[in-house]
């Protein structure tokens, strides 16, 4: 069981440009999409977890955002992603496929 759940890159992204209005930045979820060169819609929906980030989105999301590489947001959809597919798969269940005598897999000897 995982401490905590990591977070949707979506997440990052709102949490990045509240602290920047926090800050005096004033602008729109439309002029954030526009510079990143992607729509209000699309920008939208990875904001609010809908869709997941693409490598391309990565890449954007790195020019865009000073001191952030693509590989950064990268990590950031591939951690939740591992999160959210070990919380729906009971290994409990796999059997090894090596080692185990109990998997009927015995290893040729030399």
Do not use: C
């Not at 905590?4 to 990052?12: I, T, V």
């Amino acid at each position: 069981m995982a401490i905590f759940d990591p977070a949707h890159p979506g997440e990052l992204i709102r949490e990045t440009l509240d602290g920047l209005r926090e800050e005096g930045y004033q602008f729109t979820i439309e002029q954030v999409a526009s510079s990143l060169g992607t729509t209000r819609k699309t920008l939208s929906a990875i904001i609010n977890g809908k869709s997941n980030l693409s490598p391309e989105m990565a890449v954007r999301l790195a020019a865009g955002f000073p001191n952030t590489t693509a590989e950064f947001w990268m990590k950031v959809q591939q951690n939740f992603d591992l999160a959210k597919a070990k919380s729906k798969i009971d290994t409990s269940v796999i059997k090894p496929l090596w080692n185990s005598k109990e998997a009927g897999y015995h290893p040729a000897k030399n």
